[in-house]
């Protein structure tokens, strides 16, 4: 395996290794590996096998019944060395054949667990359009339109999401699209950190403290480790039923009191719209009071409810958001902009640049460009250079929907959620646990006193969901455990979902119930 | 804009607030949303204007003559409030007429700037496949045939690029797939910093030290700060041209040294292969015997050069890379895999998923999941949760063109490098900076005596410069300044790019150069 001698020392030759000589240059191959009629016949190809998928969705079992390693043993070891020239259609077979088969089909109208991840043809679309163009628009320069699309876009979103106008461009902040909720905390708790530095002159980053509820995404403690804040100096402040799992302002502060008692240094709020387990809702208002106070950085993460937020119904939630720092959501979740996408908006986008920015000779600065206020380059509004033209997706499914659309769609959504949640609260051996907010309904089954009441209710819930997935052609749901209560979640939100698709996963879990809790009854007058 | 006050408080009262009852369910809008036989329409629609725009990729200027604002001013400030049905038509239409107009061509034959972005018909369709999917897979359940797909397609990848079997799956290590650099460079760090502090039982990030030299592309820097590291600890070590501008051991080690005897904690060096500047090639395997010395992570940054390891030929470059704890590049520069894709390896992913894993009851795990080793929840492995079907993509490359096929994709570019620096080279006027390794030729005009020789030849170059990037359908390429020398860059590494591209780019320069030269003589004449 020991390199041919001449290719040796590369870097240490005072002239260039030319493994290739210029007689030898291959046939050249860019015609064929992006000829416009290949893409054309190879393309109609790919958008009938989706559109046949789509067409055939029903048809398959949301969650794949499979173990691990079946598609690793089904493929070879290494890549081919010189596939034949049919390779495209064989592959397509394979993806029909193999990886279909194996996926957890995310846009069935039957999947309800984790939150949704919302298709829609244009999104879709979009994703293929901007994969065709393959810009890489990492400053102004390098692609002009690309940047200035995203400008665009992230303000006609924060418009549509009622946002406060100094989150926009046109009220003095400004926006970006990034890839995920993770990206967009860590970026707005870097920017908070190297603030908060500055500001105390010191550089002890053990010293932050960084606060979120029990119900805030792991995102956000993964976030701050990633920002060198130490696990021990992420506070967690426990929420209760009775408060809806809301952040309680007056536990914030005395979190921070004590902290600050202890000699650390407040540093950054996550403030969540609509948390992942049961989508509650911290009172943003409140909330930035107390941050304020001791100088606190406040992101608000709306990921999973952003999108209701197109609602005017719903705006109440962002009541006192005016004051918080960055705000960020997930257009790919429920806003039917195929994964990914996520906008952040900052009040002050120069706290993110001075964080996260550069300048480098290599990197071409166009000459029309300096001088001008109005260039973004948006490598330093985030951790990434390298970006992809996502504004392309959101401006084609904002063009082509439209406010009222989108608002259509998520009203749907909440209004089978809400019949959910009527069908659930009628049936008396089940409770929902938490009210529902939007499109997630909480609950779970109540255990019988001679089952064992509450001790056994737990296990009865897991069973419930193990049961109610198996079930072949039946829903897919998710769970969450909060206050120490195990419970079912049904999250409405897949593009595809009908209302039919929502009494019958009722329906499921209303069979499931009673056959499991004949099957203990059996079994606990067995063992009387 | 104060709103309904029956919609407040919804995170006070004890019961829901249900905006939208039952009885108000708008029209389902799911089969109009996504649907098959529109998706099948609109996406024919859309195979057609990518192909559309690859046949007309040459009558594009590369960079596109506008001034900031330019498409800002021509956009709505709003998003629409209800389309017309034919909405899709007319924003492919604005597509066409104004964004494409405005986007830097990275796919034209003629972008010889920064480093490549290479599309190909199976990367682009890949990617459009992997949106109308549109599956999650943060962790196996989430998608079990995603997160196979992703460990078998990182070993054939890894093995095609003659990488230490230490690195892969089949060698005990592993590789996920990611965005960018910056992230998988991020990871690293991460996982360093975890393990250094814990070894050493400090929490003070502010001790740490990365090393890097002054050629190491910024992202380094970048994800050193974001992961905590203080701007002060960020060490870049000179090179020079003699070295090759590669990074000296002996130097590295006496800044290692210095640190250590400052009472500082030498944590992690990323070497390069192929820098950013001007593809030069740190030496790993020394490199890594210094790091070894201080207990330092090594990872080898190989952005660009990474997809020339497939050539058999560069192999030598990864001599000693068995002792690197982590290892990226970049499938989307050139390896034919559309943005993004950017592989990382890890010789140990448990200290990845120690640093970045956690686990949440929320995230239902497949029983089947349980107890089986070889399940990989990659939500664990990097810093995002979220992440998008890429393996989708990276594999039917693979198995589409074959590792003989990129080898040929490879060496054609390679080949034209070649020629690009010997017409280079046979012109007295210009020298080729630095020799080339791979497909980058860095070269300058020489400024002749009477306009002020080595003084004058910084602006000499960046007048040159503009001026080939101003020449209608002529090339477009980017500059270096290393070692106080200004330089053109010319990367060869558009999927399109054929020879013909290459010799009239170089006739573009020399006309541009014999032009630049004549009108400086006569200025300086008429001022003598």
Redesign the interface.
Same mark, same amino acid.
């Given at each position: 395996?020991a +390199? +041919?001698s001449h290719?040796?020392g590369?870097?240490? !030759?005072?002239?260039?290794?030319?493994?290739? /000589?210029?007689e030898?240059?291959? +046939?050249?191959?860019?015609?064929r590996?992006? *000829?416009?009629?290949?893409?054309?016949r190879?393309?109609?190809q790919?958008?009938?096998?989706?559109? *046949?998928?789509?067409?055939s969705m029903e048809d398959y079992p949301v969650?794949?019944n499979?173990? +691990?390693?079946?598609?690793?043993r089904q493929?070879p070891?290494?890549?081919?060395?010189?596939?034949k020239p049919d390779?495209?259609a064989a592959?397509l077979r *394979?993806?029909h054949d193999? &990886?279909?088969?194996?996926?957890?089909?995310?846009?069935s109208?039957r999947h309800f667990?984790?939150f949704p991840?919302s298709?829609?043809?244009?999104?879709?679309?979009g994703?293929?359009?901007?994969?065709?163009? #393959?810009?890489?628009?990492f400053t102004?320069?390098?692609?002009?339109?690309?940047t200035?699309?995203e400008?665009?876009v992230v303000?006609? =979103?924060g418009?549509?999401l009622h946002l406060p106008r100094g989150l926009l461009f $046109?009220g003095g902040g400004g926006g970006t699209l990034l890839?995920?909720?993770?990206?967009a905390i860590?970026c707005a708790i870097?920017a908070a950190?190297e603030r908060k530095l500055a500001e105390i002159g010191s550089?002890?980053?053990?010293d932050l403290v960084v606060y979120c509820s029990d119900q805030t995404?792991?995102?956000v403690?993964?976030?701050a480790?990633?920002?060198?804040i130490?696990r021990d100096n992420c506070r967690e402040i426990a929420t209760c039923l /009775?408060?809806?799992f809301?952040l309680s302002p007056a536990d914030l502060q005395a979190a921070m009191q004590a902290d600050v008692d202890a000699g650390l240094v407040p540093l950054f709020l996550c403030a969540t719209v609509g948390t @992942?387990?049961t989508t509650?809702?911290?009172?943003i208002r409140e909330l930035c009071a107390v941050a304020a106070t001791h100088g606190v950085w406040v992101h608000v993460d709306a990921a999973y409810a952003g999108s209701a937020l197109v $609602?005017?119904?719903?705006?109440?939630?962002l009541?006192g958001a005016e004051a918080v720092d960055t705000f960020s959501m !997930?257009a790919?979740k429920w806003l =039917?902009a #195929? #994964? *990914?996408c996520?906008a952040l908006w900052a009040r002050k986008p120069s706290l993110l640049t001075a964080?996260?920015g550069?300048e480098?000779?290599? &990197?071409?600065k166009?000459?029309?460009?300096d001088g001008?206020d109005?260039?973004v380059d948006y490598k330093d509004w985030s951790?990434?250079? @390298?970006?992809?033209f996502r504004s392309?997706k959101l401006? =084609?499914v904002?063009? $082509?929907?439209?406010?009222?659309?989108l608002r259509?769609?998520v009203?749907?959504h909440?209004?089978?959620a809400?019949?959910f949640? !009527?069908m659930v609260r009628t049936d008396a051996r089940f409770e929902v646990v938490v009210?529902?907010?939007f499109a997630l309904v909480c609950f779970r089954l109540l255990s019988p006193e001679k089952l064992g009441g509450e001790k056994t209710a737990n296990e009865l819930n897991r069973r419930l969901l193990?049961e109610v997935n198996a079930t072949s052609s039946g829903p897919y749901m998710?769970?969450?455990?909060v206050g120490g209560n195990?419970m079912l979640?049904c999250a409405v939100g897949?593009? =595809?979902? /009908?209302?039919r698709n929502v009494r019958e996963a009722w329906k499921v879990v209303q069979d499931r119930a009673a056959s499991l809790l004949r099957k203990m009854e059996i079994t606990c007058s067995v063992l009387a």
């Open positions: 395996m +390199p +041919p290719c040796h590369v870097h240490h !030759n005072g002239t260039a290794a030319v493994p290739v /000589e210029t030898t240059v291959p +046939p050249l191959l860019g015609s590996l992006l *000829d416009a009629e290949e893409f054309r190879q393309g109609h790919v958008v009938d096998f989706i559109a *046949d998928y789509y067409a969650h794949p499979v173990t +691990p390693g079946f598609l690793r493929l070891s290494d890549a081919p060395s010189r596939p390779a495209f592959a *394979d993806v193999l &990886i279909l088969p194996g996926v957890t089909h995310w846009q109208p667990a984790h991840a298709s829609s043809t244009v999104g879709a679309l994703e293929a359009l901007a994969a065709g163009i #393959n810009v890489v628009p102004w320069a390098a692609s002009p339109a690309a200035e699309l400008m665009v303000d006609w =979103l418009k549509a $046109c890839g995920t909720s993770c990206e860590l870097v950190r550089r002890r980053i053990e995404h792991f995102a403690r993964k976030a480790r990633i920002a060198g130490h /009775e408060g809806m809301a @992942t387990q509650a809702v911290d009172p $609602c005017p119904e719903f705006r109440h939630v009541d !997930n790919h =039917l #195929n #994964n *990914d996520c964080a996260l550069t480098q000779e290599y &990197i071409l166009s000459a029309a460009a001008h109005d260039v951790m990434t250079l @390298t970006r992809r392309l401006w =084609l904002l063009r $082509c929907y439209g406010v009222e659309g259509d769609h009203r749907a909440v209004g089978m809400a019949s949640e !009527n009210p529902r907010h193990e998710s769970s969450a455990m195990y979640r897949s593009t =595809l979902t /009908e209302e």
